[in-house]
């Protein structure tokens, strides 16, 4: 069940101008001609379209997904007899985790297996179906709530459209069916806010820059460095830093430019997302970035692993437990191999000792001024960082090969001056920048206005004449780089 091609990815061509054009033409259009049902209708068949692009098998496997949990949720929230509501959720919940761990965990649990008993196990090479660990945890939070609520997804087209929605299907953000479904059915029966247009135009072109401009250029830098340490060749402290240094920030802009792609994306159908990222590398403890990098994932973790192994019942033991033991959840979720299993147990104990000093050494968390801020910065971004190399490294070897290197020689590596540049450039923009977000005001709850009124302002505030050129520059250098697109990271989980 392989694909035929590699996925559209919201930086190639193949999405910028030809499915992105034609959908919004085709939405737009179906919206004048008075046919707002139509229109959903239309957005469905447009995401599906979108991921069949990549594989129809695996369409095929996804839409079997939405119909099983469509009917596992209408009757975990119906008037049926609790235990048997339970079931129906139950049954739901381990449908989904069969699926992820057939398709992401079952050759590595096999192999792990057979090497400890002695077994030959035969890898299946099985290829992992697009955006699957997103869409399973998006369904298994909708089935709880089915439950927990007692309220479903009448319309099967727009729980269809809840998991499949495209701007945000293949890497998320995790969003909750409660936060969607009143805006996908008010799609069919109200007008598009135009005031959301061109802000998803503007954040839309800020992620294209973020991805083109500064993440896939260096990731075409290091790659090769992370290559050789795969391969066994020395790695000289040059190389060594520039790529622990340049992997840190291609992943930064690499997610920060998905997430904001989908956003706008999203704004220019007349839809509103959840932020899912919000300048980590400014936090200043373990716990606050882990409220600001994919914060829709954290949640998720929170609410539907966390509280059911027992949150904060049972002492403080107890509760540090339960957090470590989501956040390794949280590092396996990312990738079947040990190196995702490492990078997940440092998170998890830097989060747990976090927590435990705020318990037990609550004079640190007092330690505040500038000092003490860049004190903090600085040895989380260290730690971030060495643990980076495990999330990209091919293998365990391969890492300790690159940690090894940031305290070796030299070596002969001389990294490009435009590189290094762009390096240094992301990082300003990462810990000093205003992000997207920020610059285009957008707000992500439901209940507020957007875009933001703000005070000294006359009515609603748009987008000016210098964001306007602004936006045209970055859609602009965004398209002339596109011919050399590269696929997200976070489409790999």
Known sequence: MGPARAPMVFSAYPFLLLFQPLTLVGYYGLRAAGWR????????????????????????????????????????????????????????????????????????????????????????????????????????????????????????????????????????????????????????????????????????????AKKTLIADPIARAIDPLFAAAAAGDPVGAVAAWTAMVGYTLQIYFDFSGYCDMAIGLGLMLGVRLPVNFNSPYRAKSIIDFWRRWHMTLSAFLRDYVYIPLGGNKGGELFRLRNIFLTMLIGGLWHGAAWTFIIWGAIHASLITANHAARIWLPQLDRWRGPVAGAVKQSALLAAIMVAWIYFRADGVSAAHAVIGGLFGGAGDYAPDPFILALIAFGAALALFAPNSLEVAFYVEALDRPFPQKTSGVAGVLRPTPMAAAATAIMLAAGLAVAWRPAVFIYFNF
Request: net charge positive; charged share 15%; aromatic share 18%.
């Open 37 to 208: 049902r139509a229109s959903v209708d239309f957005l469905l068949l447009a995401s599906f379209a979108f991921y069949a692009f990549w594989s129809l098998p695996h369409l095929a496997l996804l839409i079997a997904s939405i119909v099983g949990n469509y009917y596992c949720g209408r009757y975990a929230a119906s008037a049926a007899p609790d235990r048997l509501r339970r079931a129906a959720m139950i049954a739901g919940v381990l449908g989904n985790l069969s699926l992820i761990f057939g398709f992401k965990y079952l050759d590595f649990a096999g192999s792990n297996l057979s090497a400890v008993i002695g077994a030959d196990w035969t890898f299946r090479n099985i290829i992992l179906p697009l955006g699957i660990s997103f869409y399973t945890f998006q369904q298994i939070a909708y089935l709880v709530d089915c439950f927990k609520a007692k309220d479903g997804e009448k319309s099967f087209r727009d729980y269809a459209l809840f998991v499949t929605f495209f701007p945000q299907l293949i890497a998320g953000p995790i969003v909750h069916h409660r936060y969607t479904r009143p805006q996908f059915s008010g799609l069919a029966g109200t007008q598009v806010n135009a005031d959301y247009i061109p802000y998803g135009v503007m954040i839309f072109a800020m992620g294209l």
